[in-house]
């Protein structure tokens, strides 16, 4: 496995609409290949999620995986390793919930992003296999933020207002507490 150079904002691939594939290509040594990449990665930049098109491959590939030990996301529980492939979301639940989110093509900076927090997630594993997850709080907002990667947006196009986007230094001295984060809802 190789750890991959994320792209940042400003490339041009980030912008893009990712393809999707098809199985023979799911099944594809590549396709494999770059998912164990994506996912050594992932860790390496000890990030919650990545989507391919954030190491260069404009692909419809997301990982996701987090657990306590994260020390950006301490309290968000445990998700063990998803490799979503093609996926499509279904809101199940309108209701928004805004969390600061950050993100490894974004170095640096913090947005608060309100999202739908029920969805139902249907995607192909990596072998190629149809799931369907439904996800709420956290874990929904994690896969609309990968997931975004997929389309060509990042997470500072759905920040309501300027005053809601920080470097990463300000977020933690001026925004990290249950507090200052339930005002902003």
């Not at 992932?42 to 419809?60: F, I, K, N, T, W």
Request: aromatic residues 8%; contains cysteine.
């Amino acid at each position: 496995m190789s750890t991959l150079k994320v792209a940042r904002m400003g490339h041009p691939i980030l912008r893009e609409k990712a393809k999707e594939l098809t199985l023979s290509e799911i099944k594809s040594e590549r396709v494999q290949r770059l998912i164990d990449d994506m996912i050594e990665t992932m860790h390496e930049y000890d990030g919650v999620g990545l989507a391919a098109p954030q190491v260069h491959e404009s692909l419809r590939i997301s990982v996701i995986e987090f657990d306590l030990d994260n020390e950006r996301y301490k309290d968000s529980g445990v998700q063990s390793l998803i490799v979503c492939i093609n996926p499509k979301v279904k809101v199940l639940d309108k209701k928004t919930h805004g969390y600061w989110e950050g993100c490894l093509s974004v170095p640096g900076i913090r947005g608060y992003v309100k999202r739908p927090q029920k969805i139902e997630v249907h995607f192909l594993n990596r072998m190629g296999q149809k799931q369907t997850i439904t996800a709420e709080g956290f874990l929904a907002t994690v896969f609309q933020h990968e997931f975004d990667h997929l389309d060509g947006e990042l997470f500072v196009d759905k920040v309501a207002s300027p005053e809601q986007l920080a470097f990463t230094e300000e977020y933690l001295r001026y925004h990290h507490n249950p507090e200052a984060e339930e005002e902003l809802d």
